[in-house]
């Protein structure tokens, strides 16, 4: 058997060894929904939401000199022929479809803002501002105070020819490869899109993959202390990290990469594998030296104890995983199949390699180890006297009370919970991050804003030329510019009005959408469809709304302003379409997420509840590994909203995790309490028992990995932190659930002559 498992080791090693990492926009959007189906309908006519935006900002003066045009040029130049760029979906000063209007002596004219026969003469700049002022482009392409212009594109996720998909790590290394080139003193680059916030978190993980080191020795060291044996403390650590080497190898079998939002999640799987580890190594260790049984004895007796508890444990843990997947998102699918992979590896590591190398371990100093194992068995027995208090009728009446507290402490801050982000920028990276700085650069210098809800306004053909279709837009248009987080709101009846006013010598008495077909038809047509406010055949009308930011929040409120406004005008010749733009994807995975979290936990506490009774077939170990595992579900949530960490796609795997490390060491005590009191013994001394031979092993590994996992704190990734953070929460507070709201539920619920026989 032994044998086996290395030849699967080495087999999946190499398979693990060429998992590369996997990210995608279209993986983060759930496809299903209907804002989506929206989203796909009307990509081609008016783009996605795969977007670079490039800002060019000069610190002195404007942008009509030699110097800023044709740094603006080059890197036009360069943005238009990166690998994955939308050629047709690329808007600069120096591109096609960027024009202006104006009313003249002879009727309307117009051309792009930037004369083909641009030259750098102070003629040519006079000509480009007042073009620029005639397109109305200040504050979108051109920044409010004119010292800066931005580049926007679309990337495609698959090439048109060869459907190979975009490398998003290359995109982003040749932007910072552009900004290097051609940012100086003088002309600042700024740079946002999903494309840079995956190569900042991937450029990020040799970071992470240090910190993962950092923990991996701490927790070794303090195994180390734990076992008094260096061999001893490798064994836990070395059947977790086998375990993580499987579920890679499998994972690209199966044909999965590792996404750069999931990489947390083989820690997770390392941290549960660590744990059962120790439940083994412990076991064994105080077979040998209690007992004196031999390794192959002691090791025989531990699988027999933990065997069953162990993989009861570890199954929840999988089931728990694996109701993620009802999530119809792409990338949460993947982390469900990646993390169950991982804990199903742990059942075979855990459960038949670890006791097959117990079984041939030898001690070298064997008298010593037992001397070492006494005294620090006696050393905690204070310890364990003092707990063991937790299963007296006062102190459990005082846990139970001070437990309900938090519940309803935790409950009312539940409330505050935010499905999405709380904060402004990338949450998975530091505020004073670069990412984060050029997004608040080019919030700072344009109107529109990073952040765009497209609203699809659709009727029949030829709508934009009727007055009723085209009065109930702008009607829309005005109501979603007052809602409060809208910086700015863009639509085809606004530019007709403009048009119409300057076909009235410029006049605001005429800044109106004429009742008249004809004039109205007069007012259209001079506004081209790649302005991309209308289809070919007038039949769906984006409405472009720019947000201050993509928090929760600020999303929601639009959103509600937007169906609110459906629901006041039911008879309007519009339907208002949700939706696209990067806020509508946003929108949409914050409303899937919303609407399967709670059945997410439900089915995970259907499954726990089941295996446990299937298990221990009580209602008293049911109650006393479900309550506290409960109220630490709900505390955990509550502290995700103090600390202002949203429950969004790489958040929800950490919930889990919280139900998975809780049952772990709830199963663990419960099944040596239960035996003792089988046995006969009373409930205080049972429970003391039971935390001098289990109980250690479960504080020692939730204490080590609290320890290990603080490190993370100091990460660059504010991921990384906000999650080193929650981990340590779920590490004490799990182990407080279990060694002291445990005993004192028992307390409660066994039998009278149970307590004290």
Not at 198 to 218: K, M, P, R, Y
Not at 326 to 352: Q, Y
């Amino acid at each position: 058997m032994l044998s086996l498992v290395a030849v699967a080791t080495l087999f999946f090693g190499w398979h693990a060894l060429h998992i590369e990492l996997d990210a995608g926009f279209e993986k983060s959007i759930p496809k299903n929904h209907p804002y989506m189906e929206t989203f796909k309908k009307y990509q081609e006519a008016f783009g996605g939401a795969n977007l670079i935006s490039v800002a060019l900002i000069q610190k002195e003066g404007d942008i009509y000199n030699e110097e800023f045009l044709s740094r603006l040029k080059q890197v036009t130049d360069e943005i238009f022929f990166l690998q994955g760029i939308d050629r047709s979906r690329v808007s600069s000063l120096f591109t096609p479809g960027i024009r202006y209007l104006e009313i003249t002596e002879d009727g309307i004219s117009g051309g792009d803002v930037m004369p083909a026969d641009y030259k750098p003469t102070a003629e040519m700049f006079a000509r480009i501002r007042t073009n620029v002022a005639k397109a109305g482009i200040v504050g979108r392409i051109v920044s409010e105070d004119q010292r800066g212009a931005m580049i926007v594109a679309e990337l495609l996720e698959y090439h048109p020819v060869t459907q190979e998909k975009l490398d998003y790590r290359r995109v982003a290394s040749e932007l910072e490869r552009i900004r290097d080139q051609y940012q100086d003193e003088n002309i600042q680059i700024h740079v946002i899109g999903f494309a840079k916030i995956v190569g900042d978190v991937s450029s990020a993980n040799l970071e992470v993959l240090f910190f993962f080191v950092i923990t991996l020795l701490i927790t070794m060291l303090m195994l180390w202390a734990y076992c008094g044996s260096f061999k001893l403390s490798l064994l836990p650590l070395s059947s977790a990290i086998v375990a993580v080497i499987w579920e890679f190898g499998m994972m690209r079998l199966l044909g999965y990469g590792l996404d750069p939002f999931a990489i947390l999640v083989p820690f997770l799987v390392l941290s549960i594998g660590v744990s059962h580890g120790v439940q083994m190594v412990n076991a064994w260790a105080g077979d040998v030296s209690e007992e004196h049984l031999g390794s192959y004895e002691a090791s025989v007796a531990s699988f027999r104890r933990l065997a069953i508890p162990g993989t009861l444990a570890l199954l929840t843990d999988v089931i728990g995983f694996a109701t993620i997947y009802i999530i119809d998102i792409d990338i949460i699918r993947e982390m469900a199949i990646n993390a169950s992979l991982g804990m199903a590896a742990i059942i075979i590591t855990n459960k038949v390699m670890m006791p097959i190398i117990l079984s041939y371990t030898k001690l070298g100093d064997i008298k010593n180890f037992y001397k070492l194992q006494s005294s620090r068995t006696r050393l905690g027995d204070q310890l364990w006297q003092f707990l063991s208090r937790c299963a007296t009728p006062r102190p459990a009446a005082v846990i139970l009370l001070t437990s309900l507290v938090f519940l309803g402490i935790s409950a009312w801050k539940y409330q505050d919970l935010r499905i999405g982000d709380f904060k402004p920028g990338v949450p998975e990276l530091r505020p004073d991050g670069r990412y984060n700085l050029d997004s608040a650069a080019i919030v700072d210098n344009f109107t529109i804003g990073v952040d765009v809800l497209k609203v699809i306004a659709e009727s029949g053909t030829e709508a934009c030329v009727q007055y009723e279709v085209m009065e109930v837009i702008d009607r829309f248009s005005w109501h979603m510019q007052n809602v409060r987080g809208v910086r700015s709101v863009t639509s085809l009846p606004q530019l007709a009005k403009l048009v119409s006013s300057g076909w009235n010598e410029g006049s605001l008495k005429w800044r109106i959408l004429p009742r008249n077909q004809f004039s109205l038809v007069q007012a259209i047509n001079p506004i081209p469809s790649s302005f991309g406010l209308q289809n070919a055949d007038c039949s769906a009308m984006p409405v472009l709304i720019f947000t201050t930011d993509h928090t929760a929040e600020t999303i929601s409120r639009i959103i509600s302003a937007v169906k609110q406004f459906r629901e006041e005008n039911p008879d309007a010749p519009v339907n208002f379409a949700l939706a696209s733009g990067n806020v509508g994807v946003m929108a949409a995975t914050n409303e899937v997420v919303k609407a399967q979290e709670k059945m997410i936990v439900l089915w995970v506490y259907v499954a726990i509840i089941g295996f446990v009774w299937l298990s221990f077939r009580s209602m008293i170990s049911v109650l006393c590994i479900i309550v506290p595992l409960a109220l630490t579900s709900l505390m955990a949530y509550a502290f995700m909203a103090t600390i202002g960490v949203g429950l969004k796609v790489a958040t929800l795997p950490m919930v889990a995790l919280g139900a998975g490390i809780g049952v772990d060491d709830g199963i663990y005590l419960f099944s040596v309490l239960g035996q003792k009191l089988k046995e006969g013994w009373p409930l205080r001394k049972a429970w003391f028992r039971t935390l001098q031979t289990t109980g250690k092993a479960c504080i020692f590994t939730s204490v080590a990995l609290a320890v290990s996992v603080s490190t993370w704190l100091f990460s660059g990734l504010q991921f990384q932190a906000d999650m080193g953070l929650l981990l340590l929460f779920l590490f004490v507070v799990n182990l407080l659930g279990a060694i002291i709201m445990l005993p004192a539920l028992a307390y409660f619920l066994v039998p009278r002559t149970q307590r004290s026989n």
